[in-house]
């Protein structure tokens, strides 16, 4: 059966085509190393594009500025410059650490180290991937859990360093049910099985989102934009309850067009109600930079029945998406204020972490 994209609809409602965002963009969710040679299993993702080429292309679109959270550390990191120099002044960084060297006795020397260099060559934030709670496991088999106390030295580095953490915490609910006809994501977990979480030794859903409010409740000084909408795009009314309850939260909306685009009521009125703690990210990869009318035309028409991926994205369930149509004061803030607001001075951009 021919997936959505491929169906012809004859639905006749107006269509936007927007090619440019209404106001100037600061993506905060981009992808321009680690996660592109994951996506596309090269190993070197550094050769599959043109950085002044890519980046020109997106200023086309209305996006002045994207932060990369593949920065990485130590060589990564200068390979990752030495790429994107010639483009830097367009570039924000997100850094790592080393967090699988978590059980090594000089752990929390070695973050302390690495977190310095990253603040003094101009690193902005860092990332943190699901590996921990769904990677990660110590010498016993045990799982790494976010909450877990060694991982202290981080937050309290990245709150001394005013840097906020990106964390992507949790994955889609679907993702850690059966793979079964039932299940509205079989498609993509037939597709990606490293996204299945079967494992009843790892943590489920539920307990991943109580351990993501424990780290936030637990670690007040840190600031934290929890990737892909909260981890729960699907429950919008609990991580709105989440933001009321937890100032150090933010979310950025990276990559879940097809959940909340589903639900255009309730998303608008997420929107409305949280609009300072929303960040525009589009999980961008330099090789699909053809997604931002998309988003653009969700965020600011009241289209309806539209495709919420390009044919070379991924596909996270075979349905259509409506616009919500923002209002300017709210649109300002979700495309550029706020992620100004958290990343601060953008200007002293480093080349020696």
């Given at each position: 059966?021919?997936?959505?994209?491929?169906?012809?609809?004859?639905?006749?409602?107006?269509?936007?085509?927007?090619?440019?965002?209404?106001?100037?963009?600061?993506?905060?969710?981009?992808?321009?190393?680690?996660?592109?040679?994951?996506?596309?299993?090269?190993?070197?993702?550094?050769?599959?594009?043109?950085?002044?080429?890519?980046?020109?292309?997106?200023?086309?679109?209305?996006?002045?500025?994207?932060?990369?959270?593949?920065?990485?550390?130590?060589?990564?990191?200068?390979?990752?410059?030495d790429k994107l120099r010639p483009v830097n002044d367009s570039m924000v960084h997100f850094?790592?650490?080393?967090?699988?060297?978590?059980?090594?006795?000089?752990?929390?020397?070695?973050?302390?180290?690495?977190?310095?260099?990253?603040?003094?060559?101009?690193?902005?934030?860092?990332?943190?991937?699901?590996?921990?709670?769904?990677?990660?496991?110590?010498?016993?088999?045990?799982?790494?859990?976010?909450?877990?106390?060694?991982?202290?030295?981080?937050?309290?580095?990245?709150?001394?360093?005013?840097?906020?953490?990106?964390?992507?915490?949790?994955?889609?609910?679907?993702?850690?049910?059966?793979?079964?006809?039932?299940?509205?994501?079989?498609?993509?977990?037939?597709?990606?099985?490293?996204?299945?979480?079967?494992?009843?030794?790892?943590?489920?859903?539920?307990?991943?989102?109580?351990?993501?409010?424990?780290?936030?409740?637990?670690?007040?000084?840190?600031?934290?934009?929890?990737?892909?909408?909260?981890?729960?795009?699907?429950?919008?009314?609990?991580?709105?309850?989440?933001?009321?309850?937890?100032?150090?939260?933010?979310?950025?909306?990276?990559?879940?067009?097809?959940?909340?685009?589903?639900?255009?009521?309730?998303?608008?009125?997420?929107?409305?109600?949280?609009?300072?703690?929303?960040?525009?990210?589009?999980?961008?990869?330099?090789?699909?930079?053809?997604?931002?009318?998309?988003?653009?035309?969700?965020?600011?028409?009241?289209?309806?029945?539209?495709?919420?991926?390009?044919?070379?994205?991924?596909?996270?369930?075979?349905?259509?998406?409506?616009?919500?149509g923002l209002p300017d004061d709210v649109l300002r803030k979700v495309y550029h204020d706020?992620?100004?607001?958290?990343?601060?001075?953008?200007?002293?951009?480093?080349?020696?972490?």
């Amino acid at each position: 059966m021919a997936s959505i994209l491929e169906r012809r609809s004859e639905l006749q409602v107006p269509r936007h085509d927007l090619q440019v965002a209404r106001f100037p963009v600061i993506d905060f969710h981009t992808h321009w190393g680690r996660l592109l040679g994951a996506m596309t299993g090269s190993d070197a993702p550094l050769d599959l594009y043109d950085s002044s080429a890519a980046v020109e292309a997106i200023r086309r679109h209305g996006v002045e500025r994207v932060v990369n959270v593949d920065g990485g550390f130590g060589d990564e990191y200068r390979r990752m410059m030495d790429k994107l120099r010639p483009v830097n002044d367009s570039m924000v960084h997100f850094g790592q650490v080393p967090v699988e060297r978590f059980e090594e006795p000089t752990f929390e020397a070695e973050i302390a180290t690495i977190m310095r260099q990253h603040h003094e060559s101009g690193v902005r934030g860092l990332k943190l991937w699901k590996i921990v709670g769904l990677g990660l496991k110590d010498r016993k088999g045990q799982y790494l859990r976010p909450t877990d106390p060694r991982l202290r030295c981080i937050w309290e580095a990245a709150a001394e360093f005013d840097m906020p953490v990106l964390f992507h915490i949790a994955d889609l609910n679907a993702f850690f049910r059966p793979a079964d006809s039932a299940n509205e994501y079989l498609a993509t977990l037939q597709a990606h099985p490293d996204w299945h979480f079967t494992d009843p030794a790892a943590s489920s859903f539920s307990e991943l989102i109580e351990m993501q409010e424990e780290l936030l409740s637990s670690n007040s000084s840190t600031t934290f934009v929890i990737a892909h909408v909260g981890s729960w795009a699907e429950n919008l009314a609990e991580v709105g309850r989440m933001l009321d309850e937890h100032s150090n939260m933010h979310v950025d909306i990276a990559d879940r067009l097809n959940e909340l685009g589903r639900q255009p009521y309730t998303a608008r009125r997420f929107f409305l109600e949280h609009a300072d703690r929303i960040v525009f990210g589009s999980d961008l990869l330099p090789t699909d930079i053809a997604r931002y009318p998309i988003y653009w035309r969700f965020l600011e028409t009241f289209d309806e029945y539209f495709p919420y991926r390009t044919p070379d994205g991924v596909e996270l369930g075979d349905w259509n998406i409506y616009g919500i149509g923002l209002p300017d004061d709210v649109l300002r803030k979700v495309y550029h204020d706020n992620a100004l607001r958290l990343l601060g001075s953008t200007t002293d951009e480093g080349t020696s972490s």
